[in-house]
């Protein structure tokens, strides 16, 4: 075996794309009979298909029309810097636009960037296990190890976790560059470092660490001269800078919308012992994971006894050589890292909670990680030192083996991660797209479009399809499915839901929504009288509305509570709600709260029982992120008798004062019951029936005022 192998030939490095193409075609069986009109996936369920081609779509229309609007996507109308509530797909858009541009069929263009993704996967990995071991065969299990392995098959659904292909040529280019220090073997250090993380999100967190803490190894190992450096620095800068710019619309929605995750669950390790449901050889063997959070982690026993192998010290490589023995402790520190990392804040073990892990403490500190939610992505860094460990080990026993036990050693790997045939969902493209979609392009006199019927709380994944079929016209919309909603979404989608109600009408002329598009099960919604006009009826059921709405959302930012109102003192206050905690409603801390179960239902309250008899005329129910709002709500006071009685409030003020604030300044957002001014004991916040919109109620906190 040979440390720092030369470059693959031409026809070598053809063999193996050519390879990992038909191990793509394989491993998402039967994607490639149906390239034009289905994903893996279910389109509705995860969503994320036609999320991450809107989100392909918006960024090519951004650099062909508008760049410094990049991120101003068309969904969730009147919000800016749409596209910064989910991933942005740069890298792939670029990919895609070949493609798209040829055949006008986004679900083409994104299938071939899902294979093509694949495919570099396996090269990048190639390439960097033949620079440390020099054995072609032995490279090209290791790249399909790290393309195909169990994690990665499960994460072609998601195209933005999928598009990890870029850091083994990363570590690839960083070896290259400590071995013989260069300006174009730098810039290759960059390129691939700016392409990972201009990838997803996710990645432009990892990737430092790995540049980092793969640069501080082989400076160590290879004490390069300080020039050396000064060139890698400044190649950086170019991506550093390009990074910054795409990251500021992260930044800024999340300090205007509050964007943040809570600390992760725990992922327990015997994920790593879980295969896929559709796993050939040990789905009724082993465990099967979901499809997301905690998802299965199977590594295969053949590569896990192929990386043991390759611990076991070979011959030491000469001084200064990065051969395979001195590189090997930065590649098992990947592997532990990642491994660990990936364990979330907790280890875990079955029921045993061994304690806290290190990703505790990077979610607590490292910026950006309270942004993100899935600690179990950090497995890609194991398998990234894992991959290289397979081809060592493959290539230690090859004089053993032969070319015909090492081919068999090496399917075996493969096969212990096949899990096919993939689900397919159909996703139609091109002009196989409804057509009411394209029809809305061809109007100049619509600007802004909702569709009905909506999906009631929770069911925003629904949201996703309208959002895609928005690529065909790029008018605004209020409608859409990405990792963030913006605080107003809940609102918003309950008036939607009650449509034609007419709080719901009323709301949407207000808001600036001039155009409903009606699928075929939603056409009973309008008939003939109403105060909207059918604009178009389409041969395949769809409806075009038109409403008289306002040219802007009129909802003005409303002015703070009035200087003639004092905020009562809660100390002493008795509590009880339908739901335990109450009193988390009460302790001043906005990051607790108090919530009716799954939906909120008839007879759900909230009482209060004050220490005396006080002056109220506000009641004011906090509402912090995920901004639900009691709906169909009475409020029932206990005067200084003790006799109880409803009382009536402003009930359209008080939700019109509340969109505002979740609009305008949703860190403040609170529904007020504004009553006159009256002595009382105590109140009831109560459900009087139960909304089918099935939204809990969340209340951060609960306040009352009355007279100075």
């Known amino acids: 075996?040979?440390?720092?192998?030369?470059?693959?030939?031409?026809?070598?490095?053809?063999?193996?794309?050519?390879?990992?193409?038909?191990?793509?075609?394989?491993?998402?069986?039967?994607?490639?009979?149906?390239?034009?009109?289905?994903?893996?996936?279910?389109?509705?369920?995860?969503?994320?298909?036609?999320?991450?081609?809107?989100?392909?779509?918006?960024?090519?229309?951004?650099?062909?029309?508008?760049?410094?609007?990049?991120?101003?996507?068309?969904?969730?109308?009147?919000?800016?810097?749409?596209?910064?509530?989910?991933?942005?797909?740069?890298?792939?858009?670029?990919?895609?636009?070949?493609?798209?541009?040829?055949?006008?069929?986004?679900?083409?263009?994104?299938?071939?960037?899902?294979?093509?993704?694949?495919?570099?996967?396996?090269?990048?990995?190639?390439?960097?296990?033949?620079?440390?071991?020099?054995?072609?065969?032995?490279?090209?299990?290791?790249g399909a190890l790290?393309?195909?392995?169990?994690?990665?098959?499960?994460?072609?659904?998601?195209?933005?976790?999928?598009?990890?292909?870029?850091?083994?040529?990363?570590?690839?280019?960083?070896?290259?560059?400590?071995?013989?220090?260069?300006?174009?073997?730098?810039?290759?250090?960059?390129?691939?470092?700016?392409?990972?993380?201009?990838?997803?999100?996710?990645?432009?967190?990892?990737?430092?660490?790995?540049?980092?803490?793969?640069?501080?190894f082989l400076v160590w190992r290879h004490r390069p001269p300080r020039a050396a450096l000064l060139r890698l620095a400044a190649s950086l800068v170019l991506p550093g800078v390009v990074l910054a710019v795409v990251a500021w619309p992260y930044v800024r929605s999340a300090r205007r919308l509050g964007f943040a995750r809570p600390a992760p669950d725990a992922v327990a390790i015997d994920r790593y012992f879980d295969v896929l449901p559709q796993n050939l050889l040990y789905a009724r063997v082993l465990g099967t994971a979901g499809p997301n959070q905690n998802a299965a982690h199977f590594l295969g026993f053949t590569a896990m006894g192929l990386a043991v192998l390759a611990l076991w010290p070979g011959r030491?490589?000469?001084?200064?050589?990065?051969?395979?023995?001195?590189?090997?402790?930065?590649?098992?520190?990947?592997?532990?890292?990642?491994?660990?990392?990936?364990?979330?804040?907790?280890?875990?073990?079955?029921?045993?909670?061994?304690?806290?892990g290190p990703y505790a403490a990077l979610h607590r500190w490292a910026p950006g990680f309270r942004n993100v939610r899935y600690p179990e992505r950090f497995s890609i860094l194991l398998i990234l030192g894992l991959a290289p460990l397979v081809a060592i080990g493959l290539a230690r026993l090859r004089p053993r083996l032969g070319a015909a036990g090492l081919v068999a050693l090496g399917t075996l790997v493969l096969l212990e991660h096949l899990s096919i045939p993939q689900s397919l969902d159909a996703l139609v493209g091109g002009r196989a797209i409804p057509e009411v979609y394209r029809w809305l392009a061809t109007r100049d006199d619509v600007r802004v479009v909702?569709?009905?019927?909506?999906?009631?709380?929770?069911?925003?994944?629904?949201?996703?399809?309208?959002?895609?079929?928005?690529?065909?016209?790029?008018?605004?919309?209020?409608?859409?499915?990405?990792?963030?909603?913006?605080?107003?979404?809940?609102?918003?989608?309950?008036?939607?839901?009650?449509?034609?109600?007419?709080?719901?009408?009323?709301?949407?002329?207000?808001?600036?929504?001039?155009?409903?598009?009606?699928?075929?099960?939603?056409?009973?919604?309008?008939?003939?009288?109403?105060?909207?006009?059918?604009e178009r009826v389409f041969p395949d059921g769809h409806r075009v509305v038109r409403l008289a709405a306002a040219p802007a959302p009129d909802f003005p930012i409303p002015p703070p509570a009035g200087a003639d109102l004092v905020e009562r003192d809660r100390t002493g206050w008795d509590v009880q709600g339908s739901s335990p905690g109450a009193g988390r409603a009460v302790d001043g801390d906005v990051s607790t709260s108090w919530a009716t179960p799954a939906r909120q239902g008839k007879g759900e309250f909230f009482r209060v029982r004050f220490p005396r008899p006080v002056t109220i005329g506000r009641i004011s129910i906090g509402v912090a992120d995920p901004y639900e709002f009691p709906m169909r709500l009475r409020l029932v006071v206990e005067d200084e008798q003790g006799t109880w009685a409803e009382i009536p409030f402003d009930e359209a003020a008080a939700y019109d004062r509340l969109f505002a604030l979740l609009l305008h300044r949703p860190r403040e957002a609170s529904l007020d019951l504004d009553i006159p001014p009256r002595r009382l004991r105590g109140f009831r916040l109560r459900i009087a029936e139960t909304d089918p919109f099935a939204m809990p109620w969340t209340m951060a906190e609960l306040r009352a005022y009355g007279p100075r």
């Open 1 to 142: 075996m040979r440390a720092g192998g030369a470059a693959p030939g031409a026809r070598r490095l053809a063999a193996a794309v050519l390879g990992y193409a038909l191990l793509a075609a394989l491993f998402t069986w039967p994607l490639v009979r149906h390239p034009a009109s289905r994903v893996v996936g279910h389109v509705i369920r995860e969503a994320t298909p036609p999320l991450n081609t809107w989100a392909m779509a918006v960024v090519l229309r951004g650099l062909a029309h508008d760049p410094t609007h990049l991120f101003d996507g068309n969904a969730f109308y009147p919000y800016s810097d749409t596209l910064a509530f989910s991933e942005h797909m740069l890298v792939s858009a670029l990919m895609a636009a070949p493609l798209r541009v040829v055949t006008d069929n986004w679900v083409l263009a994104y299938n071939a960037v899902t294979l093509l993704t694949l495919v570099l996967a396996g090269l990048g990995m190639f390439l960097l296990a033949r620079e440390l071991t020099a054995d072609t065969a032995a490279s090209f299990v290791a």
């Open 146 to 216: 790290y393309a195909f392995h169990t994690w990665n098959v499960n994460e072609i659904v998601r195209l933005q976790i999928l598009s990890n292909e870029f850091f083994p040529f990363l570590l690839w280019a960083l070896v290259r560059f400590f071995r013989r220090p260069s300006w174009p073997r730098a810039a290759a250090v960059a390129a691939f470092y700016g392409l990972q993380s201009l990838s997803c999100m996710y990645w432009a967190l990892y990737a430092p660490l790995v540049l980092v803490g793969a640069s501080a």
């Open 450 to 534: 909702a569709e009905l019927p909506a999906a009631r709380n929770r069911l925003e994944r629904f949201d996703a399809l309208p959002m895609y079929y928005s690529t065909a016209h790029w008018k605004r919309i209020v409608e859409g499915f990405t990792s963030y909603f913006p605080p107003s979404y809940n609102f918003e989608k309950w008036r939607l839901f009650h449509f034609p109600d007419p709080e719901s009408v009323a709301f949407l002329e207000r808001f600036g929504v001039d155009t409903l598009v009606l699928r075929p099960e939603g056409a009973r919604l309008v008939g003939e009288e109403g105060p909207w006009r059918i």
């Open 316 to 356: 030491r490589a000469p001084a200064g050589d990065d051969g395979t023995d001195g590189l090997r402790p930065l590649l098992i520190a990947l592997a532990l890292v990642g491994f660990l990392l990936s364990l979330g804040p907790r280890v875990v073990l079955g029921d045993w909670d061994v304690g806290p």
